[in-house]
């Protein structure tokens, strides 16, 4: 691939934090979020990355949280060329376009999904119990179907392994009733927004989740937000209830990995040259539809 790829990054005497996708540093006072171009499925990590993808994913949070600013607080404090190297000189080959540096916040230990499609998992816990999450849903809903309200449907947020599906009274018990209220309107209301602009620009979002922390009190979004990996981006136009959808997230990779002989655990298989160009497409088309923006 003729795309520059990374897939890890090193910043050497700040204490650093890895995920799945981002590496995380302590700049003391503030954080500085680094995206990767790594992808995972199925709570493993690919071997080998998708070029840009990082910087996609930046780029769209920083469009989202600008299109968000009037409606919602969020963790950014600058993202700019000029931020970064005030921050952490001489690194910026590295770190350009594809990173955040962030207020500090003590993150909501909750996963907080919200789902306007019934698809994914939704789809098979309403196929065996009409529930999703503890929400009881009306019969005849098909794959892919639009809920007429959307849904607050919150996982736990597991450093290893598997999130798991609670329900909102399990988040008030975790979390407290008050909070986890604030939680589900707060998720809901930011779903909506971006749901009703996104469709103008030809784009469904099916489902997505959204991370919360707080910081001096305030409730703020953190992490990414609304991005190809944390949601479901489905073109309206080819849109039909009853069937898998095409997509412009990482479901292109997982429908891939469904058709391998592959038991979703580690080390995950390395994903083909077609596979990589194809996925890095989806997410820039993903980018330039929602943002009005050519990808550069």
Not at 20 to 25: F, G, H
Not at 122 to 130: I, L, M, P, V
Request: aromatic content about 8%; proline content about 5%.
């Amino acid at each position: 691939m003729a795309n520059r790829v990374i897939t890890s990054t090193d910043l050497p005497g700040l204490p650093k934090r890895q995920g799945k996708v981002r590496d995380v540093y302590d700049l003391g006072d503030r954080l500085l979020l680094v995206a990767t171009d790594r992808i995972s499925a199925f709570d493993c990590v690919m071997p080998n990355g998708i070029p840009d993808k990082g910087r996609v994913l930046t780029a769209l949070s920083l469009f989202w949280f600008g299109f968000l600013r009037s409606s919602v607080k969020n963790h950014l404090l600058g993202a700019a060329n000029t931020d970064l190297e005030a921050a952490v000189p001489g690194h910026l080959d590295t770190l350009s376009g594809r990173s955040m540096i962030v207020r500090k916040a003590d993150v909501v230990p909750i996963e907080c999904v919200v789902r306007g499609y019934l698809a994914g998992s939704g789809w098979k816990d309403y196929q065996a119990t009409r529930t999703v999450s503890g929400v009881h849903l009306p019969d005849g809903l098909k794959q892919s179907s639009r809920i007429e309200e959307p849904i607050f449907t919150p996982s736990t947020k597991a450093d290893e392994g598997h999130d798991m599906p609670i329900s909102f009274q399990d988040t008030a018990d975790r979390v407290g009733t008050d909070l986890a209220g604030r939680l589900r309107d707060g998720s809901i209301d930011v779903y909506c927004r971006a749901r009703d602009y996104a469709l103008q620009r030809g784009i469904i979002i099916a489902d997505t989740k959204f991370e919360w922390g707080l910081a001096d009190g305030e409730l703020i979004l953190v992490d990414e937000v609304l991005t190809p990996d944390s949601s479901r981006f489905w073109p309206q136009d080819q849109y039909a209830e009853g069937r898998d959808q095409a997509s412009f997230d990482k479901q292109f990779v997982r429908n891939y990995l469904e058709s391998l002989d592959w038991d979703k655990t580690p080390p995950a298989p390395a994903l083909p040259d077609d596979i990589v160009t194809r996925t890095r497409a989806r997410y820039v088309e993903a980018y330039e539809r929602l943002s009005r923006r050519k990808f550069v």
